[in-house]
């Protein structure tokens, strides 16, 4: 499946993002869906993941209560609403694709996507 991420951009502290995901390809129901990030020479790492079917959700504790991860089988896509930002949140945000759900080990994903960068200014 290809993945498609975009979005990004530049917000002010306690601002708002909608991140989006595109996949063509193969057929998105069959994978559960996950969002990443990576700060500069950092390594990368889990935000949020969503199953198959929508019905459960998993996130990082640094990020729950601020972000929501959705997806619309129908359109193929998957979702990241980021609120409340902070700074510590700048990052290049990359959506993936797995067999399973709520697996935070970026190897166990078999699909990315190019990543769209979320910066947070003070």
Same mark, same amino acid.
């Given at each position: 499946? =290809?993945?498609? &991420?975009?979005?990004? @951009?530049?917000?002010?502290?306690?601002?708002?993002?909608?991140? /989006?995901? +595109? &996949? /063509? @390809?193969?057929?998105?129901? #069959?994978? %559960?869906?996950?969002?990443?990030?990576? +700060?500069?020479?950092?390594?990368?790492?889990? *935000? +949020?993941?969503?199953?198959?079917? &929508? /019905?459960?959700?998993?996130? +990082?504790?640094?990020?729950?209560?601020?972000?929501?991860?959705?997806?619309? #089988?129908?359109? #193929?896509?998957?979702?990241?609403?980021?609120?409340?930002?902070?700074?510590?949140?700048? %990052?290049?945000?990359?959506?993936? &694709?797995?067999?399973?759900? %709520?697996?935070?080990?970026?190897? =166990?994903? #078999?699909?990315? @996507? =190019?990543?769209?960068?979320?910066? *947070?200014?003070?």
């Amino acid at each position: 499946v =290809q993945l498609q &991420a975009c979005g990004g @951009g530049l917000v002010q502290a306690g601002g708002s993002l909608r991140l /989006s995901c +595109a &996949a /063509s @390809g193969r057929t998105f129901s #069959n994978y %559960a869906m996950a969002w990443f990030r990576q +700060a500069p020479g950092k390594e990368r790492e889990f *935000v +949020a993941a969503i199953s198959r079917s &929508a /019905s459960s959700t998993y996130y +990082a504790d640094s990020v729950k209560g601020r972000f929501t991860i959705s997806r619309d #089988n129908g359109n #193929n896509r998957v979702y990241l609403q980021v609120n409340s930002l902070k700074p510590e949140d700048t %990052a290049v945000y990359y959506c993936a &694709a797995g067999m399973l759900y %709520a697996i935070s080990t970026p190897t =166990q994903y #078999n699909y990315w @996507g =190019q990543g769209t960068q979320v910066t *947070v200014s003070s």
